[in-house]
């Protein structure tokens, strides 16, 4: 199994910033995954994020807007810029090695 | 499309009754599936899996699911709920590295 941390746990940014999130994995991975889990909704896969590679968004979310890092097997970022009240979420990291395991998630307000 | 329904968005249980929660889903193949747990401001928890072979499935914390491959449907059940399994319970399906996730069901459990 695999345990994955993130920092921040939580944070409240204002409208116009920026705020990059941490994820680290205690073994290391090819693949890791950023979510997004709006308020009382399901979870929504923003990129996947291959060591060594540009990340793959998927539909509705762009590069410029959620920028991630992969500098190695064991570490990831995303960054969340320009925020608005509407990112305001629980962005969680994700590995998979047969099953999915998620980070604790990092809980994002937006004033 | 591969795609996860849960029907139901909210259900009310009592505590020491029994327990199902519907879970549907559309996929060429047979799919991994897989059952998480969220309680009120904590990250996802994995209770149950199936990937192949028996088709009853236990998981964590007394919860089992059953696959059924005529319906599509693993839903999951708990013979005796406790009040603490109150929380949000998301279905999802496994295609190699891809994850989809139901919309969720919040569970009330009332004394």
């Known amino acids: 199994s695999a345990v994955i941390s993130q920092k921040p746990s939580r944070d409240i940014c204002q409208r116009g910033t920026s705020l990059t999130i941490q994820c680290q994995v205690d073994?290391?991975?090819?693949?890791m995954f950023w979510y997004r889990q709006q308020p009382g909704q399901s979870l929504t896969l923003i990129a996947t994020?291959?060591?060594?590679?540009?990340?793959?968004?998927e539909s509705g979310f762009v590069i410029d807007k959620f920028p991630i890092s992969r500098p190695n097997l064991t570490f990831s970022t995303l960054t969340v810029s320009n925020m608005s009240p509407e990112d305001s979420s629980i962005y969680l990291c994700?590995?998979?090695?047969?099953?999915?395991?998620f980070g604790p998630g990092t809980r994002l307000t937006v004033t | 499309a591969q795609s996860v329904t849960q029907p139901d968005i909210h259900i009310t249980v009592s505590e020491g009754a029994s327990l199902e929660l519907r879970c549907n889903y559309s996929?060429?193949?047979?799919?991994?599936l897989f059952w998480y747990v969220q309680s009120p401001g904590q990250g996802l928890q994995l209770l149950l899996k199936?990937?192949?072979?028996?088709?009853l499935v236990q998981g964590i914390k007394g919860f089992e699911a059953e696959f059924k491959r005529s319906q599509s449907s693993f839903n999951l059940r708990k013979p005796s709920v406790h009040w603490s399994d109150a929380a949000e319970y998301f279905c999802?399906?496994?295609?190699?590295?891809?994850?989809?996730f139901g919309t969720g069901t919040s569970l009330t459990v009332i004394p």
């Open positions: 994700s590995v998979v090695d047969y099953e999915q395991y």
């Open positions: 199936y990937f192949s072979g028996d088709t």
């Open positions: 996929y060429g193949a047979t799919p991994y």
């Open positions: 073994s290391q991975v090819t693949m």
């Open positions: 999802a399906v496994g295609t190699g590295n891809q994850f989809y």
């Open positions: 994020a291959n060591q060594g590679s540009e990340a793959t968004y």
